[in-house]
């Protein structure tokens, strides 16, 4: 039962907050008034006598008034029973004025208490309007008093006492609970204005994130599609550097070397040679060269190559390392890793003009998925090995930082750098499937931070041993395929000048049906792309007629025939173009045995 009767009292709550507010302001004094009432009829029956018919008529009027307010407000007509509220309560004052003693009488107090219920569960408006028709009333009241046709009465103490104090509990009640609710508004506005900004702050955050990613994914694609283009051109170069520099090499053997043909030509096979390092460069940073991978322990590497960097960038420059104790293996190409520290040794010594010092550290690390997602999105998280190469140079300000890794891009005299340096180093180490960082501020200094994936391979790779023959003239016979006629040309002319039989052929089906009519070839040597089927093919389709000779395949593309990104296929015998006739050579004899 009480459960029911809590349930038919307790205001309603709607989905509007500023509705359910009203009603729940408008159920509280609707309570107050009527207990006031209750409580107001009992103390005039004790101690006053006076009007006590009226006042239980006009208290029972109320009581019905009241109770027909808050049902329409239960019903949800929560504006309706506000206004339904504040009217009856005006017209009870009014009539209880011009019937029981005119202006004088202490109710008329209770207009100020309907001015503002009106004004707080109805608005200004209702304020004006209500305060208006108090006016006007009252005067037409006092009028009427004068001349006589409303009667004056003056109340005893009691009565006006019992008129006053509920005008004056009523309006603290509402007045109370307004200022509860604007407090409570505020302390809520509040929260949502610290929430509004930290959710604001978050978003700037994210945005700011969002937008770091986007600009590197685009330089990532720039320097890609610079890479692509750049390597294409390179291949094609190396194509023609072949001929240049064997040619060279071929006529320097037959002249004297005093004579001035064969200072010339050695004028001109040097500048190849500079042509090709600089392709070579290139396709560092397309990420086209071969590698030959190893298990390596970095702190071995560096503390081996570490006399070299001293004497390349110069006793001014001081070399320190703090080298990680337990430092887990990588899985790279030793060259490579070579060719990155020196040239970021020497890119750390020309920002060091008047001398500094160069530090190189190494550690183990672990890259979770935060790192990778917000500054590392082209690798896997998981265990990697750092490089940190720092300088105490002039450093770099942030538009050279976002360009440093571009080919061609250098802030140093024309006669000074190619600009390739660190594009190298950028190629080189995306190849590794690692990851470099740049941090560097003008004045300070730089930091060039390099990840290389760990390998779970612990036993390391010797370095290479480059074997000396003391011979390179042979009597085998050798067949070549090769669709460059001039490459071609070359290779055969040096394979019979020193003593090699050869088979010159230009296409693969050539190739086949030449081997066909020869009982011995002992090797096949082949161009890898070629235009009716690539070197792979031609050579597994070559074993069915020779099936003891060995084969080497020599290509300016790194492409996915007998290389995977990158990396040479199992025991295959490679030679990269441009090649030198000595370096030719020397494959052709390794091969062979």
């Known amino acids: ?103 004088n009488l202490s109710i008329y107090s209770f207009f100020i208490f309907v001015l503002i219920a009106a004004g707080l569960l109805l608005g200004g408006k209702w304020v004006i309007g209500y305060a208006t028709i108090s006016v006007i009333y009252g005067t037409i009241v006092l009028y009427l008093e004068t001349q006589g046709i409303v009667r004056s ?71 890609e599609a610079i890479g692509r283009l750049a390597g294409g051109i390179a291949h094609d170069f190396n194509n023609l550097l072949v001929p240049i520099i064997g040619y060279m090499d071929l006529n320097l053997i037959n002249l004297p070397e005093k004579s001035k043909m064969h200072s010339d030509f050695v004028q001109v096979k040097e500048a190849a040679e500079r042509a090709a390092k600089l392709t070579k460069q290139i396709l560092a940073f397309s990420r086209q060269q071969v590698l030959e991978l190893s298990t390596l322990n970095l702190n071995e590497v560096i503390n081996e190559f570490k006399k070299m960097l001293q004497r390349l960038i110069g006793e001014d420059v001081t070399i320190k390392t703090k080298l990680f104790a337990t430092l887990l293996p990588v899985k790279a190409d030793r060259g490579q890793i070579e060719q990155v520290l020196m040239n970021l040794a020497i890119n750390a010594r020309d920002a060091m ?71 190298t180093v950028f190629g080189i180490i995306k190849q590794h499937n690692g990851h470099i960082c740049v941090y560097s501020e003008p004045g300070i200094g730089t930091n060039m931070k390099i990840y290389l994936p760990m390998t779970k391979e612990s036993r390391r790779t010797p370095p290479p041993v480059e074997k000396e023959y003391a011979n390179l003239n042979g009597t085998e016979t050798i067949i070549v395929v090769e669709d460059e006629k001039i490459t071609r040309k070359l290779v055969c002319e040096t394979l019979k000048a020193y003593g090699y039989a050869t088979i010159e052929t230009t296409s693969p089906s050539d190739c086949l049906a030449r081997a066909a009519d020869n009982e011995q070839v002992d090797l096949l040597l082949t161009d890898v792309i070629m235009p009716e089927m690539n070197g792979r093919e031609l050579y597994e389709n070559f074993l069915a007629i020779h099936p003891e000779s060995d084969v080497l395949f020599i290509s300016g593309y790194t492409d996915d025939v007998i290389v995977h990104q990158g990396v040479l296929d199992g025991d295959v015998n490679f030679l990269q173009k441009p090649f030198t006739i000595q370096s030719l050579l020397k494959k052709v004899r390794s091969v062979l045995g």
């Open 353 to 423: 003009p008047d001398g500094g010092t160069l530090t190189i550290e190494t550690t183990n690390e672990y890259l979770g998925s935060d790192f990778v997602a917000r500054y590392a999105k082209e690798i896997k998280p998981g265990h990697y090995i750092s490089i940190t190469v720092s300088d105490t140079g002039h450093g770099m300000n942030a538009e050279t930082r976002k360009r440093i890794f571009e080919p061609f891009f250098t802030t140093k005299p024309e006669t000074k750098g190619t600009g390739l340096g660190l594009a």
């Open 1 to 103: 039962m009480w459960s029911k009767i809590k349930d038919v009292l307790t205001p309603p709550v709607f989905q509007d907050e500023d509705k359910t507010r009203i009603a729940n302001l408008l159920s509280i004094t609707i309570f107050t008034i009527f207990l006031i009432s209750v409580a107001r009829t009992l103390l005039i029956f004790y101690f006053s006598k006076q009007h006590l018919n009226l006042i239980l008529q006009s208290n029972a009027l109320l009581a019905g008034f009241l109770a027909l307010a808050f049902i329409v407000m239960r019903y949800g007509y929560v504006r309706l029973a506000s206004i339904l509220f504040t009217s009856c309560q005006w017209v009870m004052i009014a009539v209880i004025i011009y019937w029981l003693g005119g202006v």
């Open 153 to 223: 009465v003056q109340e005893d103490a009691f009565l006006a006492y019992s008129n006053i104090t509920p005008s004056f509990i009523t309006t603290a009640v509402l007045v109370y609970l307004y200022n509860r609710d604007i407090t409570h508004a505020l302390s809520q506005s509040r929260k949502n204005a610290i929430q509004l900004e930290s959710t604001n702050n978050k978003l700037k955050r994210e945005i700011a994130a969002r937008e770091k990613v986007e600009e590197q994914f685009i330089q990532v694609q720039k320097l």
